[in-house]
């Protein structure tokens, strides 16, 4: 079972970010099947890496909106992709010291944090840049 499934529950009915939010899912569903499949540590390693690069690629792209239309509750949107990129730095940081491999805890984490995320923070400024003329 796919640890988070994109529907149009999560649609913030602008194409782009839409599809950056796919993009996201399968990553994460990816590092849960490698892991699960018990792939090595090198390429387990790898997948987080690219998701952190995508997470990070993903961010920049709703933080230019952000900036361009002056949303205004860029900073405490901002502060919460921050959090999100401390928080799963750590978890790379412990997978690289633990020989075990990556903790449950994490798919727990990124399943619910982009859950809670797009659902929330997302979600709330759908309405917003789509008036800005976004779609
Ligand atoms: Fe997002
Ligand atoms: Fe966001």
Same mark, same amino acid.
């Given at each position: 079972m796919a640890v988070i499934q994109w529907d149009? $529950?999560? $649609?913030?009915?602008i194409a782009d970010i839409d599809k950056q939010h796919q993009k996201l899912f399968t990553m994460v569903n990816e590092l849960d099947a490698a892991q699960r499949q018990g792939k090595g540590k090198d390429l387990v390693g790898k997948i987080i890496d690219g998701l952190i690069n995508y997470v990070a690629e993903h961010f920049k792209h709703e933080e230019s909106y952000f900036d361009r239309y002056n949303y205004p509750n860029t900073k405490a949107h901002k502060q919460k992709h921050q959090e999100f990129v401390n928080k799963v730095l750590e978890f790379r940081t412990g997978f690289e010291k633990?020989? &075990?491999? &990556? $903790?449950?805890d994490l798919m727990k984490f990124l399943g619910d944090w982009l859950n809670e995320h797009i659902k929330g923070s997302d979600l709330e400024y759908a309405p917003f840049l789509r008036q800005q003329g976004l779609k």
């Open positions: 149009e $529950s999560f $649609s913030v009915k633990n020989r &075990l491999g &990556l $903790s449950m």
